[in-house]
Nanobody, 124 residues
């Protein structure tokens, strides 16, 4: 019924930047709460960032605060994750996800829709 498609991943040197995008299709996500999660080899999926439908209320895991910024453009049904000062420990497959709110969620089980993931690799 709905699709989320991530893009923007790649290989970057430590200290560099990447901007991930997640485009929604099949439905409008103008009022959806959006999140980013990541999963590294051999590790569980972990919360990265989330945002309300207006893009004005956000939450981040401690390890990315001050480095990552989540944002959205509701006219394009697209959510972004700007990643600066990247570290090797940020290496993972990054997934975008959507839920219906009404509060910010940090557990994956609260999200209803998921993208296919995009690989981010940070070299030391």
């Amino acid at each position: 019924q709905v699709q989320l498609v991530e893009s923007g991943g790649g290989l970057v040197q430590a200290g560099g930047s990447l901007r991930l995008s997640c485009a929604a299709s099949g439905r409008t996500f103008i009022r959806s709460f959006m999140g980013w999660f990541r999963q590294a080899p051999g590790k569980e999926r972990e919360f990265v960032a989330t945002m309300d439908w207006t893009g004005t209320i956000t939450d981040y895991r401690d390890s990315v605060k001050g480095r990552f910024t989540i944002s959205r453009d509701n006219t394009k049904n697209t959510v972004y994750l700007q990643m600066n000062s990247l570290k090797p420990e940020d290496t993972a497959v990054y997934y975008c996800a959507a839920n219906t709110g009404p509060i910010l969620r940090t557990f994956a089980r609260y999200y209803d829709y998921w993208g296919q993931g995009t690989q981010v690799t940070v070299s030391s």
